[in-house]
Each structure stands twice: as C-alpha cells, then as structure tokens.
C-alpha cells in the first residue's frame, strides 16, 4: 500500500502562485504514475496532472502554461511530488488531491489541500 499526504494549499489572491507537495510512503518502489486531480464544490473530480513512470506528462488543458508537475523519486522511504500552478484564477478554488497507482494493486489517494484563489 501507499500513503499520501498532501500539504502547501492555502489562500491565495489571483494571479499568484502555490506550490503543492505530495509525499508517499510504503510501497514506493511499484509507483507506476503520479497525479494531481482537484474538485471543485459542486463539480466533478477532474485531473490536472498526470507523470508517469518513464517521466512523460500530461497537463489538463484548463491549466496548461500555468501548471508544471514534477518529482523527486531519489530518496530510499518517500516519493516527492510536486504541483507548482502559478497566474492562478478564481476558478482554480478547488480541493486538490494526490494520487497514485501501482500497477495490478490499484489506485491510492491523499486526503486532499485546500486551494482557495480570491478575485
């Protein structure tokens, strides 16, 4: 199994930035690919970003040129991951989740950040 934690959310006025962080832990080595999804009240989870294991990205096109994912997979005990999402907008208010997948065991999800942009 894996455990997420996700942590860098707050409140931010429009146009400003925020980095998310995502650690995991436990079952690290099967990591296969590592995603960002975020929802917003009322809405349906959506994906914002996508890495896999071969380092090939995806990036939602609502957040394409303001959005970059990256990660540090270097450490023996934990998987870094990283949601940098600058020029944000009022619409970018939403909980943000990490997630992760191991192939054959399935798909693992942090507890989520707050992301709140003011107008």
């Known amino acids: 199994q894996v455990q997420l934690v996700e942590s860098g959310g707050g409140l931010v006025q429009a146009g400003g930035s925020l980095r998310l962080s995502c650690v995991a832990s436990?079952?690290?080595?099967?990591?296969?690919?590592m995603c960002w999804y975020r929802q917003a009240p009322g809405k349906q989870r959506e994906l914002v970003a996508e890495?896999?294991?071969?380092?090939?990205?995806?990036?939602?096109d609502a957040v394409k040129d303001r959005v970059t994912i990256s990660r540090d997979n270097t450490k023996k005990t934990v998987y870094l991951q990283y949601l940098q999402m600058n020029s944000l907008k009022h619409e970018d208010t939403a909980v943000y989740f990490c997630?992760?997948?191991?192939?054959?065991?399935?798909?693992?999800w942090g507890q989520g950040a707050q992301v709140t942009v003011s107008s």
């Open positions: 890495m896999s294991y071969d380092s090939s990205v995806n990036i939602a």
């Open positions: 997630k992760s997948t191991i192939p054959m065991k399935g798909h693992y």
């Open positions: 436990g079952d690290i080595n099967d990591i296969n690919a």
